[in-house]
């Protein structure tokens, strides 16, 4: 999808401007929202798709090792910012990417929960 092509050439031009820590902050700023939101379709698909929550684990598996690797080699937070600030715009890729849907989808969960 072109928002994220673009968002993420503008996410990797800045944080290579900044840096090495400015990258390892970026990387983990994205993998963390982004795996927030895998959790949540996973919880979703678990009862209503089971092969798609299983396709999604094992999306998963990258993602956290990218998440991983960037905690584990972030000295500093310098870029706490940085942080703020790529998490908002990950939050909001996904919200224009799914238009909604990923809103929607947590709203769902939690009335779920609950029952």
Known sequence: MWIW???????GLLS????REAILTCTEA????V?????????????????LARTIREIQVEEVAHLDYAQRHRTSDRFRWLD?????????????????DSQRLVAEITRQNAH
């Open 84 to 100: 703020r600030s790529i998490s908002l715009a990950t939050e909001t890729l996904i919200w224009v990417s799914t238009r909604g």
């Open 35 to 51: 795996h927030r939101h895998l959790n949540e379709q996973i919880h979703w698909a678990d009862t209503h798709d089971p092969e």
């Open 16 to 19: 290579a401007l900044l840096g």
């Open 30 to 33: 994205v993998e963390r929202t």
């Open 5 to 11: 092509r673009v968002g993420g050439g503008v996410l």
